[in-house]
């Protein structure tokens, strides 16, 4: 038969290629024309990629992860405390961390592999040689499949074989090929932590960019012992590896107060009837939440919406103009002020006390008067102006040249237009298209962004909020 050549295999099929063929003692040239020739004899279409994964013996590995978790490579080492290190996979798995064991020699003296393997719902590996992984340089996919490696307890002799870099079993040669962080949790005697090749070895990891959560000093597993060399608590192993998966996020907005408003404003006209807008508070409250993300200390003034408060943020609910106004000059000193909010521009000029009826002549006339202009009257103040007024101009035609004119008008600094003609979904939807306009002496530039979610649009806007607060801070022109 002629020669195969295979390309183009996702990884989950090459490696269940390559694990059936070591299994059957085949080459995966062979094995492949063994699996052609079932199919044939089967049915001569099965041979797609989604037979292929569903042929005996060819289930992807790993198929219980869950697609986007973190994944910890957890290495137990032949100590006494190796029995924490159960509890470290609960902990580790309560945080959404996916995890795969590697036990020393030493440490199957302390714990088994089938206890690590069915907490971890993984299999654990023990073994260098081991046929069944090794096939293809198993140690290696240990090394580098995953996110981080931890190793709890490090003993004396793997930081020793760490920082020498010896790799004469499967852990150790784990950590030689590692091409992710590693976490190292040392638990030793004080006497063997304190003596000067270790410490010798520890100076040596760290100068490498090792990390190293603990050891804590306490009473040793040694009758009438007692000092520094116990490895740190689960929990505390499982909040060090958190951080160093999922780093917290940059806030540069820290320190700083930002005002927001968002939703409709109702203007009753009797106690039942009111003028209101199509407005939802989707994106000022979207704004409130990137804000908040970004470590302002967010106060948000919504109108009435049907929205859940953005976690972390103070949320004040109105429902007038007059009500927003009045929460909003309260809230002043302000850093950074958003007005978001699709503020009604009129109300009647004598609310009804009862339930209007229908007369004889007709509908009972209605006079309007316009209502506060809370953009401008923040704007315009002389004490108390935020040094970041940002508006939205909502707009259903002649988008851009309707927002310049109210950026001129209004005396904010920047303003959002967007354009919320019936046909773009805008009012009430999901996404939205916006253009900054932003004023520069009598310059103003204009920047348009594509079609995003609400939520993107907040992230971006925030972002430029953020990038104009450090410039200002660094005293550059913007």
């Known amino acids: 038969m002629a020669s195969l050549t295979i390309r183009k295999l996702d ?16 080459s995966v040239e062979d094995e492949v024309r063994v699996i052609l020739r079932e199919a044939a004899e089967g049915s001569p279409s099965a041979v797609s990629a989604t037979a292929l994964r569903t042929l005996p013996g060819l289930a992807a590995p790993s198929s219980r992860r869950d697609v986007g978790l973190a994944r910890v490579t957890l290495i137990i080492g032949g100590g006494i405390a190796a029995y924490k290190a159960l509890d470290l996979i609960r902990r580790l798995k309560e945080r959404q961390i996916d995890v795969r064991c590697v036990l020393t020699k030493a440490a199957q003296h302390f714990v088994t592999p089938l206890a690590a393997s069915a907490l971890s719902h993984e299999r654990c590996y023990t073994d260098l040689f081991d046929p069944g992984s090794e096939f293809d340089a198993g ?13 709890a307890p490090a003993t004396a002799d793997l930081m020793a074989k760490m920082a020498h870099g010896t790799a004469d079993d499967l852990a150790s040669a784990i950590l030689l090929a590692a091409g992710v962080p590693i976490l190292l949790a040392p638990a030793m005697n004080p006497l063997m932590w304190n003596n000067a090749a270790t410490k010798r070895n520890v100076a040596t990891l760290q100068r490498d960019g090792i990390v190293m959560i603990g050891p804590n000093a306490g009473e040793m597993a040694e009758a009438g012992e007692a000092g520094m060399g116990r490895m740190a608590e689960p929990l505390e192993i499982a909040q060090a590896a958190e951080r160093l998966l999922r780093p917290p996020r940059p806030e540069p907005l820290a320190g700083k107060r930002m005002l927001i408003t968002a939703g409709p404003t109702h203007e009753p006209i009797d106690p039942v009837r009111y003028i209101a807008n199509r407005s939802s508070g989707k994106q000022g409250f979207a704004i409130a939440a990137a804000a908040h993300a970004a470590g302002a200390d967010v106060t948000l003034i919504s109108g009435p919406v049907e929205l859940g408060d953005p976690a972390g943020v103070r949320t004040i609910h109105v429902e007038s103009a007059r009500d927003m106004l009045r929460h909003v000059e309260a809230t002043l000193p302000v850093d950074i002020a958003i007005f978001a909010a699709a503020v009604a521009d009129w109300r009647v000029a004598h609310e009804g006390e009862q339930k209007l009826k229908k007369t004889a002549t007709g509908m009972p006339p209605l006079q309007l008067v316009e209502n506060p202009d809370i953009l401008a009257t923040i704007s315009h103040r002389k004490e108390g102006r935020p040094p970041l007024v940002i508006g939205f101009a909502a707009e259903t035609e002649h988008l851009i040249d309707n927002a310049r004119t109210k950026l001129a008008r209004k005396g904010c600094d920047w303003i959002v237009a967007n354009d919320v003609s019936p046909s773009t979904g805008v009012m009430g939807g999901d996404r939205n298209t916006v253009h900054l306009l932003i004023r520069h002496g009598g310059n103003i530039d204009v920047d348009s962004w594509p079609v995003m979610t609400k939520e993107e649009v907040a992230t971006e806007l925030i972002a430029h909020v953020a990038k104009a607060v450090v410039t200002e801070a660094l005293g550059q022109p913007s």
Request: aromatic fraction near 0%.
């Open 139 to 151: 140690h290696i996919r240990l090394a580098r499949n995953g996110d981080l490696i931890v190793v």
């Open 11 to 26: 990884d989950a099929i090459r490696d269940a290629l390559r694990l059936r063929a070591a299994r059957s003692g085949r």
